[in-house]
Structures are given as C-alpha cells and as structure tokens.
C-alpha cells in the first residue's frame, strides 16, 4: 500500500468526526485496521504528509502516532518510519469482545429452512409419544435396533445400493466406528495405507492402536491407483483406508474409473478396504461407494455429522457381511457400549419420516451458494467441490500455512494449516477452510474477503512477539 493511499484512507474514517483532532485520528486507525483498510505491516505516512492531508499541526499528529504507539496499533522503525502493528486487528478483535470466527470445524451450515430447532423439537416430541422413554434411554443393543439398522440401509441406499440390515450397524459417531474396524482387523505394529493428507482423526486412531500409517501420492482425482500399488509392495499393507468422495482436506472426488481402479489393486493384494465416507450423500448426483462396487471387500462408514449435524452422534457401518457386521458389533461394545437411543432414534424417525432428506437437501442448497461465493472472492486458488463443506486454499509461495494461518488468526479467523493433515513430510502451503460454520452467507463473505485481502498481501516481516 502506497503511503498516500493510506492518508485518504484515514481522512476518509475520519469524515464527520466532531472533537479532539488527536483522538480522532487515533479513532481513524482503530477503524481502518478493524475494517482491513489497514492490515498488520502497512506502512503509514510520515507525519508531515498526513499532517498536511488532514490539514492538522505537526505535533496532532505526532501526539496521535504516540497514542496509537500506547494502544498497541502501530510501531516505528528508526529510518523506516511507522507500520500498522502485527497483530493490530487481533488485539482489536480481542478487545471489542467480537467473537472468532472460526473456520476449522466442517460443519453442516445453519438452516432458515428447514429449522432444526423446529425438527428437533417436533421430533422429540413425535418420538416421546410413540416410544416409552425407558427404552430410549436404557441399555439397548450395540448394533442398533432392527429398525434403526433398516433405516440406516435406506439413508444409503443412493450410494450404496441395497444392502440387508444385518449388515449395517449403528454407532456413536464415525470416530467410534473406525475404531471398531481398525481394531477388529488389524494388530500392533500393522500398517494402514492412506491418503497421502488425511483426517487427523485416523492418525489419532492409529496411534491409539499402535498402527503406522504411510501416505499414498495423490492427484485431483485422489489417490493414485499406482503409488497404491507401489506402496503396497513397499509396505505389506494390512489396510487401505480413504475417503473417495469430497475427501478431507483435498476435496478430491474419484471418478467411477479412479475408483475401480483403487478396488483392482486392492484385490491383487487381497486387502480389506475401510471407506470413510462422510460426505458421499453431499453431491446432487452421488457416485456408487466403493462398497457399491465390492460389497465383500469394503468396510464403509458413514457419519450423518456432516449431512444433517454432529450432535446427533449417529453413524452408519456397512460391513461386507453380517457374520463380520457380528464381530463389529463386538468391538463397538467394548469401546463404547452402544450409540444413544434418543437419538439414533430421532434418526431413525427423521429418515422414515422424510426430515432427513429435506435437511440434506438444504444443506446441499445452502452449500452451493456458500461454494459461489467462495469462487467469486478467492477464485482458483480455492480447490472445492460445488457442494462440499470446505475449501483447499492454494498460497503463494511467500505464504507458509501455519503463518498464514496465524496471520488470519490475528483477524479474527480461525482456519487449519495444511501440516495438521499431512500423513508424512510437509505439507505445500495450503490452508483449509471450513464454510460451514458461519453463521450467515454475509459473515462468510466478510471473513473471505479478509481471506481474499491477506493472499494479496506480503507476509508480515515480524511477529507479535518479543
């Protein structure tokens, strides 16, 4: 920014004020860096310009630059002149007690319509006075009552196709559900082979089990069928773990032939396959599951977290068959009892009843109109899928993700560098940002712009410490 851009830019925060000229300069910077007219390493006139832009005396501006020196919003460098402070923003963010918007937890976006509250609330209600709320609220079985096993085949039956119930099992969340499968096939020691970023979460689960986890080489269509095969010679396998649709952070979608192509080197090698797959039900037109295409080679998982809401605690376990479906059911009971009746049940009612699909599909809505809005204020640099939860921000090379990230933090976003998702060595300099969160279209559009304002900016040359 040119040192005369910034003296209109403050002229302009100053227009209409009414009192110490001192102070309303000082006022002028809080706005701008609020607003992000000014950003953390703008540089600021010299005193005499703007002194003769504001048409004030030398010393208004000298005793407002001091002020504003006490209030943490600028530093001066002997012979480089004045810059607007790192970490300016964050202080004011921090001080004004405006709350962080944080972009880091993939979250299905807050409907107008449908309402959950309402959907709940209804609900639970339809639910009380159809069911005693002793059952609901006893010991029950682990896999999952008949019928909320039935329902959970027809929530997916678009990506799977049909399946018995016997072979689908509910569970308290996905993580649970990985856990089960994990531990069921593998031992200490064993090697799980998975996409070369991955979802932190299978990196915790591995090292809570003892298992090692190598990434496999990806490409915009996911991981690559010969880097599996090539790992899979390297490494002696006991699993091949990924998530074909929308994957996280990459938003990579296998194409029908990637996916196929995945399966035929899984069977060369006669490895089971563990399919994560929270986000399969998300595109208008989903693709078959990997599941779908090998039923008896291919665990999948599939959390209604990112469709519906993650407080509902509900997963999906389809298993190749219902003896293996058996000792599944064995695992999750002895790591988590069993999911929770109230609301595996209220999903249960939610699919029979025709609520899940509608609030599937305003997420889907409400999702492609936050995916616009990403494209128009960040353009190519954000990789995404046209209704996925989340963006893969590419940074220029000036950008590493965890300063970029800490950058964007001192704004007053939240989002998560690259490195939190990378299997093995480092990660290039991405950042993924999770859209759903915001609370309205107008909050998002605000925090990308300031996305958007920090790409184009020069790395801060100093931090906020000492």
Same mark, same amino acid.
């Given at each position: ?262 399966? #035929?080197?899984? &069977? +060369?090698?006669? =490895?089971? /396959?563990?399919?994560? !797959? ?5 595109? @208008?037109? $989903? ?118 990230? #800490?950058?964007? &933090? +001192?704004?007053? =976003?939240? /989002?998560?560098?690259? !490195? ?5 060595? @480092?990660? $290039? ?38």
């Amino acid at each position: 920014m040119t040192k005369n851009a910034a003296s209109l830019i403050l002229r302009r925060h100053m227009a209409g004020h009414a009192g110490s000229l001192y102070r309303g300069i000082v006022e002028a910077l809080e706005r701008a860096v609020e607003a992000g007219d000014l950003q953390d390493g703008d540089r600021l006139p010299p005193q005499r310009e703007l002194a003769a832009t504001l048409k004030v005396d030398l010393t208004t501006v000298t005793r407002a630059f001091n002020e504003a020196r006490h209030r943490g919003l600028i530093d001066a460098r002997v012979g480089r002149g004045s810059f607007v402070r790192s970490g300016a923003s964050g202080r004011l963010w921090r001080e004004s007690g405006r709350a962080l918007v944080d972009m880091t937890m993939n979250l299905p976006p807050p409907l107008e319509a449908p309402s959950l509250r309402a959907l709940m609330q209804e609900g639970f209600a339809s639910l009380l006075r159809r069911q005693e709320v002793g059952g609901l609220m006893s010991y029950r079985s682990t896999a999952g009552t008949p019928a909320e096993r039935a329902a959970g085949a027809a929530w997916l039956r678009p990506v799977l196709g049909t399946r018995p119930p016997e072979e689908l099992l509910v569970a308290p969340g996905a993580q649970a559900a990985l856990v089960a499968v994990a531990s069921t096939l593998l031992r200490p020691g064993d090697v799980i082979l998975a996409e070369r970023f991955a979802y932190p979460g299978l990196r915790a689960m591995a090292a809570q089990l003892g298992l090692a986890v190598v990434g496999v080489a990806m490409d915009a269509e996911g991981m690559l069928p010969e880097e599996l095969d090539r790992a899979c010679h390297a490494h002696a396998p006991k699993l091949i773990c990924c998530t074909p649709s929308i994957q996280n952070p990459t938003t990579a979608t296998m194409p029908l032939a990637r996916r196929e192509a995945v399966l #035929a080197v899984a &069977r +060369r090698h006669d =490895l089971p /396959v563990l399919e994560d !797959d929270p986000y399969g039900l998300l595109p @208008e037109q $989903p693709l078959p599951a990997l599941a779908r295409l090998d039923a008896r080679r291919v665990f999948h998982v599939a959390t209604v977290s990112k469709v519906l809401s993650p407080g509902l605690r509900t997963a999906f376990v389809a298993a190749p068959d219902a003896a293996r479906a058996e000792r599944l059911a064995a695992a999750l009971r002895a790591t988590v009892m069993m999911a929770p009746g109230l609301l595996t049940g209220l999903v249960q009612q939610w699919i029979a009843g025709g609520q899940a699909l509608e609030l599937l599909r305003g997420v889907r809505r409400e999702m492609t109109a936050r995916q616009k809005i990403a494209r128009v204020l960040l353009g190519e640099a954000a990789e995404a899928h046209p209704q996925g939860l989340h963006l893969w921000l590419r940074l220029p090379p000036r950008w590493p993700g965890a300063e970029f990230a #800490a950058h964007l &933090r +001192r704004q007053g =976003l939240a /989002v998560v560098p690259g !490195d939190a998702f990378a299997v093995e060595g @480092e990660a $290039p300099p991405r950042v993924r940002i999770a859209l759903g969160a915001a609370t309205e279209q107008e909050t998002l559009r605000h925090s990308l712009g300031i996305v958007a304002a920090a790409l184009r900016r020069d790395a801060p040359a100093y931090a906020d410490v000492v």
